[in-house]
């Protein structure tokens, strides 16, 4: 039996939840995003990716400021759902807002739960060197992210991947799981267990100032840092070209052998020398350019030692 939802959610990762729920016979009654932003060159306002796939699919998307007037309550209960399907939606809920569907708000988080709670889940999980990462369906309370786990899935996580790689990874992933959540809630089927007092880690927003490499750390670490930044707010250092120093954001890049002088460039090849070990540049931006390829940045942009990059 199909039910009746709310749906709720803003960027690109919460699209293939919402159009998975539909496609599977859910209701989806309404759909809550975050309001247009200006975006782009002309700096115009443009929908959210999930306001987006909700005009496509011919849902009401509503956009409001707060969720905490009396007008916003009434409004959400108005809607009559079984359940509201969360998928960051980068609003906090309050009680009233979590109470009003029948059954419940069930989250769907980035991360193994009780790690990575809060904002930058993927991100955390590759900087801070994770094996593993995956998605969680959560039942709401009014703490950050620590209602009772319903279904999860999970995946390996390389040192080659990017929190890119990542996302793209664990979206479809999600709503699948969503999906499975849903249809075993329809049939009053879907178990809950509390999550662990133990192992609580917080994913906490990233801050543009992390985003400078630190060669002063094994190479390992690099990669990881890099990767979890990657491609925003991306890392960067600066290199010496035609007399003066240019900010380069590192893209991808992996342990590579050699050694030197944290900073020092070691071959014609981009490898550059952490505390301990190499990196080797795969793919990098300059400031104002689009992305490149190592090998062709190379070719426009010859590089050989002794070089620093701080």
């Not at 790690?115 to 703490?143: F, H, Q, T």
Request: one cysteine or more.
């Amino acid at each position: 039996m199909p039910l009746r939802l709310i749906f709720m959610g803003t960027p690109g990762f919460a699209v293939p939840t919402l159009a998975a729920l539909a496609a599977h016979g859910h209701e989806v009654a309404a759909v809550y995003t975050r309001e247009a932003r200006p975006a782009g060159r002309g700096m115009k306002l443009q929908p959210s990716p999930v306001e987006r796939e909700a005009q496509r699919l011919g849902i009401p998307a509503l956009t409001p400021k707060t969720l905490k007037t009396p007008e916003a309550r009434e409004q959400f209960r108005s809607h009559g759902a079984d359940a509201a399907v969360v998928v960051a939606y980068g609003m906090i809920l309050p009680q009233p807002i979590l109470d009003a569907p029948r059954y419940g708000c069930y989250n769907l988080h980035a991360s193994l739960l009780p790690r990575w709670r809060g904002a930058a889940p993927i991100n955390r999980a590759i900087m801070a060197g994770d094996l593993e990462s995956g998605v969680m369906v959560m039942k709401m309370d009014a703490g950050l992210d620590t209602g009772d786990v319903a279904m999860a899935e999970r995946i390996a996580v390389s040192d080659a991947m990017t929190a890119s790689d990542l996302h793209d990874a664990l979206a479809p992933l999600g709503a699948a799981l969503m999906v499975r959540a849903m249809d075993a809630l329809a049939r009053s089927e879907l178990p809950l267990t509390k999550q662990s007092a133990e192992g609580v880690t917080y994913a906490a927003k990233i801050d543009k100032a992390e985003a400078r490499i630190d060669w002063n750390r094994p190479a390992r670490d690099v990669v990881r840092h890099i990767h979890g930044l990657s491609p925003f707010p991306g890392g960067w250092c600066e290199m010496p070209l035609d007399g003066e120093q240019v900010r380069v954001k590192i893209l991808r890049c992996e342990v590579a052998k050699g050694a030197g002088e944290p900073g020092e460039l070691l071959d014609d090849r981009l490898t550059i020398a952490c505390k301990i070990g190499a990196i080797r540049i795969l793919e990098l931006q300059r400031a104002g350019k689009p992305p490149m390829k190592a090998d062709a940045f190379l070719n426009g942009t010859p590089l050989q030692p002794p070089m620093r990059f701080t």
